[in-house]
Structure formats: C-alpha cells, structure tokens
C-alpha cells in the first residue's frame, strides 16, 4: 500500500523560509518522476514543482528561483526548500508523482506566511 506522509509546514513571515519533506512508502521510489503540489483555499490544487529520477527539476514560474525541489532515493524522500515565502505561497502542500498524481493523496502539510 502507497503512503505519502508530508512534514515540515508552520507559520512563518513574508521572507522566511521552511522546508519540507515527505516520506514515500509502498512504491519503487527511485523510477518515479515526484511534485510538490499545493492548494490555496477555494482553489484548484496546483503542482509547484517536480524532479525526476536523473535530478532534473521544473518548477511554477510562480516559485521560479524561491524553490528547491530535492530527493533522497535512498530514504524515499523528495524535499521542497522554500525561501523568501510570501503570503500568496499559503496553502496545504502535498507530493505525488508529477505531472500526474497516481496515488492517493497524504494529509499534506499546512504552510502560512503572514504578511
């Protein structure tokens, strides 16, 4: 059974910086292409950025040069670095594989950056 378990959200000030993590369990980690995804209220869940098995990275042009997306294959784990947070970066995060989610979603990780 896939589980998806996210961590490392809170509370932090417009140009703080948090990072998350999320740790995979039940798949073959190191062949798949994994995303950060967020979810705004009243909004659609958005993919933030992704990276695949080789390190390659693609990211939202609205997180462009803020986030760093990473992974650890041997610890089934992908991070998502977050720098110079703004308000508008408040959201619920979650990972899955990108740029399609084929597992069922964790609880995600809440993330508030108060202005």
């Known amino acids: 059974q896939v589980q998806l378990v996210e961590s490392g959200g809170g509370l932090v000030q417009a140009g703080g910086s948090l990072r998350l993590s999320c740790a995979a369990s039940?798949?073959?980690?190191?062949?798949?292409?994994m995303g950060w995804y967020r979810q705004a209220p009243g909004k659609r869940r958005e993919l933030v950025a992704s990276i695949n098995n080789g390190g390659s990275t693609n990211y939202a042009d609205s997180v462009k040069g803020r986030f760093t997306i990473s992974r650890e294959n041997a610890k089934n784990t992908v991070y998502l670095q977050m720098d110079s947070l703004k308000p508008e970066d408040t959201a619920v995060y979650y990972c899955?594989?990108?740029?399609?989610?084929?597992?069922?979603w964790g609880q995600g990780t809440q993330v508030t950056v108060s202005s």
């Open positions: 899955n594989t990108a740029p399609r989610s084929y597992f069922s």
């Open positions: 039940g798949i073959i980690f190191d062949i798949n292409v």
